[in-house]
């Protein structure tokens, strides 16, 4: 895996995009060599032909990420697949067309576009039959051994069995408590703890994942030592869970890692610079979306009687109270008698146009204005009605520690979690927003504001 935007990318995914990027280069430089009446060498290098093709690329492979094309690899149409592409390329020709209008010098020939597209089309659709079929499985995958067999390393060996895109590979296990043999998610007991060694060498891990229910006496510290200065990667079973997972696991953490850890708080320079660009967002975004908000508005207010907006109090930075403002997508007196209750998926108390309202996330806008106010950022954990916090911070350990940082209108465990109105469900947002807390960053709050956007062009719905 890659790090890349403080986010772990399966080294197949990477090495595909990077090879995308020089095949569509090489599909619109090869139409320039057949299309061009002038010498394309001179276009191409001194005329900023390779400055015009370079958008073109950018945007088809926009396009692709768009269409979840990196997310699997795998084909699973043709048909489809091909249609996708088309839908990418033809983005791109959106663009030209758009840029067309402030400078022609801008785009590229009308030919060369043409020509350069179908190749683009062609090569890449073909590519993807390939890699998918032969390559992806040729770069191989990250290979780990896991050292005992707790609740930790129970819950990775499902996802990795589930999960085998991720380009992780369950080994198997090292344990005592069960022969040589059995099968656990996917993978087998290899042997007991004693035969660390020889395992190891059998196996040849990329790292091994140390997850033993009981250490005391039994954790084989000079094997780990040995093998750790061989170059073998040796880490807890909780790091390779928030690798694999993308966040933080709790069932693991005490309060000691957070208390002496120097990774998992906020640094202070993230957290004043995400200040800073959430302003610019924010308002840069009212002015943008003020006659969306107004049509929003008018729909909300014919559609129901009521009030426009729906004012409530949140939980804030350090605990701190703010009132929350969205458009109203329930009716009037939906909690008169329920009372503060979690909204479900198909709540009964949402309105016809507050269900298209918050499959468009349209009734979260009127948040710029906490932006503004400094109440909030563009992207952080959800803020929570304080009737909550108070349950379940007293259920869940660690709760009150994601209120180190703004609240946000989208997060990390909005892109990454269904939505849910659990206790478990809870638990697990909240492990994306410890990983968030921890790897807070512009790079990381672009990522999460992409997957946002793309959430509401396609009318998925708000998580």
Known sequence: ???????????????????????????????????????????????GGLARVLPVVLTILFGLHFFDLYAEIGTRSRITLVLEICQAVGLAFLVEALASYVSRDWILPRWLMIYGSAFSILCLSIWRLLYGAFVSRALGVQRVLFLGRNAV?????????????????????VEDEHAAGETFGGAPVLGPVASLHQIVTQTQPDRIAVGM?????????????????????IEEAAQT???????????????????????????PGSVMLQSLYSLVIAAVGTILTAPLMLLTALAVKLSS?????????????NGALFVLSKFRSMYADAEARTGAVWAAKDDPRITPVGRWLRRLRLDELPQLFNVLRGEMAIVGPRPERPEFVK????????????HCVKPGITGWAQINHKYGDTIEDTITKLEYDLYYIKHLSPSLDAYIIFHTMKTMLRSRGSQ
């Open 1 to 47: 895996m890659i790090r890349a935007l403080r986010v772990f990318v399966p080294t197949s995914v990477f090495v595909l995009l990077v090879s995308e990027f020089i095949l569509l280069t090489f599909c619109y430089v090869l139409a320039a060599f057949l299309v061009l009446e002038v010498d394309p060498t001179v276009f191409l290098l001194f005329d």
């Open 241 to 267: 869970y928030e690798d694999v997972r993308k966040r933080i696991c709790t069932k693991q953490l005490r309060p000691a890692q957070l208390i002496f850890s120097g990774e998992l708080g906020p640094r």
């Open 391 to 402: 349950i379940l911070a007293e259920k869940i350990p660690y709760y009150r520690q994601r």
């Open 213 to 233: 229910t009981e250490r005391r006496d039994r954790l084989p510290v000079e094997d780990l030592l040995e093998l750790r200065f061989s170059g073998i990667v």
């Open 305 to 317: 009687p009521g009030p426009i907006l729906y004012r409530q109090p949140r939980v804030g930075l």
């Open 153 to 173: 390393v129970q819950e990775i060996a499902e996802f990795l069995e589930s999960h085998p895109e991720g380009g992780v590979a369950n080994l198997g296990y």
